[in-house]
Every structure is written in structure tokens, then in C-alpha cells.
């Protein structure tokens, strides 16, 4: 017989499934609408900015206010930027698909931690199913291995050491560091290869920074200068790592050589795929990672390229051991033995002991719309961006850094006799912020600041890559009466 004696206590409340039924059924409606809002009325803002200091003291009054949490949920959908908005083309976010949100409120509601089995069964299993799926989307054979954590700078860091395990000469691990380590890697690698190597004690001499060509490829033409270099000053090179493709400009590196110089000076090669590896899953950009299966391991995030809630990332490793020999130390209380390689304790592999459930919003999605919602994705996104470029080309008053090869692209209005370039772009882009039409962001390239989109809603159109051009035009005819 149900109980139907009144919850006497907050704390009773806090665990009521019929007051989280009533919530939740307005919660939903209230992002459904919102949703919706954003996606099909142009007019709303795709951030409404304020300042730091006074959106810092709207919520002070709101934290001593008797708010209710229906209306603290609808401020924060008011305060917050609106990446499901066509015009948000800012950051390197997906937009989510609204089935892995629900696989997240799933996650939220179950708190399933998965380093250990018995603590996240369906998840670790589900793990194992997706992180296999990508391994043969790369090329790898079934000797592979991989795991989900949380975003491209964990995946990165595990990846480097999971590469002083290997090459560095002692075990660093037990012994600590016995020689000067360093990795190869290209100036416009992600700041979070540069972090990681300072974190693993190489300090900035051991993070040899390989010049780009003018398509900011890494270029590998130095390679072999740069090796010679730092082992004559006493270096043990352990690494290089290629980037498909680079967060400032969306430059594939030639992962075929990488991988033949990896190869000759028995190096680990490490891929840092976060937002371009995803190209694996889409017959028409996947040569632009030709050699990627050669890699030791590879970074991709699903919460870029594959329609996945941040954060969500997964490491893929060539051969199964490299993942279980990266972290051997001894935890009891959690499982048996630190040697044995179970898939299904995904704590032995990673930082994170109590991780969430993400593989269940990447399953939900292939589940629900199979692979091929990937490749529809990548493809029209991708292809965009060569559009926008064509655009640009056209219009004399603008300026393209480079032919883009992914949905990043680089480029800036030039027409200003009477200001200078770097401020004009910088005020414009601030002006598009703050009137909230549209949601761009800003790069240095060769020390020269650029206007930079990347074009991550699938429902962005043509029209509104036009117009965004259109709007930067008339921004900066304001701005130069000004």
C-alpha cells in the first residue's frame, strides 16, 4: 500500500518521486519551449551580455530571494548563451541532440560512478561498446582498447603518460623522473598539450614546438632539425604528437609522415583529434586524417563534432596494454589486483575514479539515429564553412586567413584607413556580442587578430552567414562615424 502520509521534512521532500514528477514535466516544457524559441525566431538574442559584476549581483539578490526554482531555472536560461541558436558560431561546442540530454538527465538521476563494475555495469559495458565502435571507425584492429573521460585535456595528459610509460627510459612512475623528457609538438597544437607536458615535470624547454608551414601544418620539414636539437642538449624524446586539426585555424597535419618519423625514432605517436578526428565517421573528409590508424593513441570528443553534452571525450589506444600499464598502483578497497586488464573497471585506466555515465549520451544518440547522423552532421557543418569562405572571397571589404579545411574559419573586415585593423575587429566582434545578434569569436594569427566562426547548430543556414557579414559591414561603418 502507498504511503500518502504527507512529507513532514525538506529532507523527505528533496526525495519525493511525485514532486520530481511534477517538476520535471514543467522543466521539460520549459526547455522545450525555450528550445524552440531559439531555434526558429532569429530576433532572440543568442546571448543577452552583461557585465561580470552585474550578472554577479543579480545572482546575490536572487540567492536571498524567495525565488522558486521554476523561475531560478527560467534566469538561467535568460542569462545563459544559446548554443541550439543558428547564430551562435562561436565555440568549439556541440549542439547537443536533445535524446543524449534525457541520457544525461538519466546519468544525473542514477549516479552511477563507473571506475568501479559493480557501481556503473550498463555504463562500463556501453563503455566498452562505443569506445570499440570508434577504435574500428580509426583503423585499429581488435587488439584495441579505449576509454570516455572527462574533455580533450584529461584524454591528452592520460595519452602523454600513457607515452612515458612506455618510452622514457626508467620507470618514472616508481622512481620518478631520471632524465630530461620532452615531446615533439606543433606551435599551434591545443594549450592543453603544452599544460600537460608542464604537469608531467618537462617544463618548457621539454616541449619542443615544431613551426608551422603557411597552411599551419605542422611542418615536417624541421622535424628532424628539432629532434636533432634537443637530443644534443641531453633530451630523451618520448613523443610526437599531430593535430587533426588545430583549434585556432582547422589544420590537418600530415599524420602519414608523422607517422613515419614517429616510426624511425621510435616515438610514441599521439594524435590529438579532439575536433577534427571525428572525420573518421564521414566517406567525404575522412582522407584529411589519412595515417591515423598509425597512431598509438587518439583523442576525439564527442562533445565537438558528434552532437554529445561537454564533457565527453574518448582515448583510444593502439594496443590494449598501454591503457592498463599507465596508472599500476595498488587500491584494495576497489578491486583485487592492479595487473589484471578488466575492461569493466574503468578506474584502473583513468583519473577518474567516480565518472559519470557519458557513454549512455553517446549510445542513446546511435541508437536512435544510427552512425550516419554523424557523417550528416560533419558533412553539412564542414561544407558550410566552404561556403562562408566563397562568401568572403567575394565581398573586397574582407580579408580570409586561409582556405578552411574543417568548420573553422579565420577571416576580418579591412576597409578602416582611419583605425587600426586589430582594434576595428576587436570592437566590431564586441559590438556583435553585446547586441546579441549573432555569437563570434577572435584568434591571433601571426600576431594579427582575426575574426574567427566556428560553425558547430546543423541548423545554421546559408542566410545567416550572409547576414552575418552583412551585420559586420554595418558595425563597422557605426563604428568608424564614431
Not at 617544463?203 to 601544418?217: L, T
Not at 573553422?408 to 559590438?431: C, G, M, P, W
Request: charged fraction near 25%; include cysteine.
Amino acid at each position: 500500500m502507498q504511503n500518502t502520509v504527507p512529507k513532514s521534512s525538506e529532507l523527505e521532500k528533496a526525495y519525493d518521486p511525485s514532486v520530481f514528477r511534477a517538476l520535471g514535466h514543467q522543466v521539460v516544457d520549459l526547455l522545450a519551449d525555450h528550445i524552440e524559441k531559439v531555434q526558429t525566431d532569429k530576433d532572440h538574442p543568442v546571448l543577452s551580455y552583461r557585465d561580470p559584476e552585474e550578472e554577479l549581483d543579480f545572482w546575490k539578490q536572487d540567492f536571498s530571494s524567495d525565488s522558486d526554482i521554476l523561475n531560478v531555472f527560467k534566469n538561467i536560461l535568460d542569462h545563459s548563451i544559446n548554443v541550439h541558436h543558428p547564430r551562435y558560431i562561436g565555440h568549439q561546442v556541440a549542439v547537443p541532440a536533445l535524446v543524449s540530454s534525457l541520457a544525461g538527465l538519466m546519468s544525473d538521476v542514477l549516479s552511477n560512478g563507473t571506475g568501479v563494475y559493480e557501481m556503473g555495469m550498463a555504463a562500463n559495458a556501453i563503455e566498452k561498446i562505443v569506445t570499440d565502435f570508434v577504435a574500428q571507425k580509426i583503423g585499429y584492429t581488435a587488439t584495441t582498447s579505449g576509454f570516455l573521460t572527462s574533455g580533450g585535456t584529461l584524454a591528452n595528459l592520460t595519452a602523454l603518460l600513457a607515452a612515458r610509460k612506455a618510452k622514457a627510459p626508467s620507470e618514472v612512475w616508481e622512481q620518478g623522473h631520471q632524465e630530461k623528457l620532452a615531446v615533439l609538438v606543433s606551435e599551434e597544437a591545443h594549450y592543453c598539450i603544452d599544460r600537460a607536458a608542464r604537469i608531467l615535470g618537462m617544463g618548457s624547454e621539454g616541449i619542443i614546438k615544431i613551426p608551422v608551414d603557411r597552411y599551419f601544418k605542422i611542418d615536417t620539414n624541421k622535424l628532424q632539425e628539432y629532434y636533432d636539437k634537443a637530443t644534443s642538449e641531453g633530451y630523451h624524446v618520448i613523443a610526437l604528437v599531430g593535430c587533426a586539426c588545430s583549434t585556432a585555424t582547422g589544420s590537418y597535419d600530415d599524420l602519414d609522415v608523422l607517422g613515419d618519423f614517429a616510426k624511425q625514432h621510435d616515438l610514441w605517436f599521439h594524435v590529438d583529434g579532439a575536433h577534427g578526428a571525428a572525420v573518421v565517421f564521414t566517406e567525404k573528409y575522412k582522407h584529411l586524417v589519412n595515417g591515423i590508424s598509425r597512431a598509438d593513441s587518439v583523442v576525439i570528443d564527442f562533445h565537438k563534432m558528434l552532437m554529445t553534452p561537454a564533457l565527453n571525450t574518448g582515448l583510444i589506444f593502439k594496443k590494449a596494454e598501454d591503457a592498463y600499464k599507465t596508472f599500476e598502483q595498488k587500491a584494495q578497497y576497489l578491486w583485487d589486483s592492479q595487473q589484471t586488464t578488466e575492461w569493466y573497471n574503468s578506474g584502473k585506466r583513468t583519473f577518474e575514479c567516480t565518472k559519470l555515465m557519458m557513454s549512455i549520451k553517446v549510445y542513446s544518440i546511435l541508437k536512435t539515429y544510427g552512425e550516419q547522423v554523424f557523417e550528416q552532421n560533419i558533412d553539412h557543418l564542414y561544407g558550410l564553412a566552404t561556403v562562408f569562405s566563397n562568401m568572403i572571397i567575394k565581398r573586397p571589404d574582407f580579408e580570409l586567413a586561409l582556405t578552411p579545411e574543417a568548420n573553422i574559419v579565420n577571416f576580418r573586415y579591412t576597409n578602416s584607413k582611419e583605425h587600426d585593423i586589430n582594434t576595428l575587429n576587436l570592437n566590431i566582434r564586441q559590438a556583435l556580442i553585446t547586441s546579441g545578434k549573432f555569437y563570434i569569436v577572435q584568434t591571433r594569427i601571426r600576431g594579427e587578430l582575426y575574426l574567427r566562426i566556428t560553425i558547430m547548430n546543423p541548423l545554421t543556414q546559408t542566410s545567416d552567414l550572409f547576414e552575418l557579414l552583412d551585420e559586420i559591414e554595418h558595425t563597422a561603418k557605426l563604428l568608424r562615424e564614431v
